[in-house]
């Protein structure tokens, strides 16, 4: 199941990129703002841009730090398997 939901999730993220690209490449005078975390190993390389960019990067931290907290409650709960 875990892996079926993490493979949507990639897709989901595909399809919003192509979308977003769309809308820069028609000219529509949209203004676009971009953030994201990166994971290289234990290192979280947080990035943004744009107007809202500050804000999309502040959710990005708190996105990474909530995924940081999941990973080791679920390492801890197989550990008591």
Do not use: D, Q, R
Not at 36 to 42: A, H, M, N
Not at 61 to 81: D, E, G, P, R, S
């Amino acid at each position: 199941m875990l892996i079926f939901t993490g493979i949507l999730l990639c897709f989901i993220g595909f399809i919003i990129i192509f979308l977003g690209s769309l809308a820069t490449v028609s000219g529509s005078g949209v203004n676009i703002s971009t953030g994201g975390v990166i994971f290289i190993g234990p290192f979280p390389i947080v990035f943004g841009a744009g107007e809202y960019g500050l804000h999309l990067i502040w959710l990005s931290i708190v996105i990474a730090i909530i995924m940081i907290a999941l990973f080791y409650i679920f390492v801890k709960n197989l550990k008591n398997i």
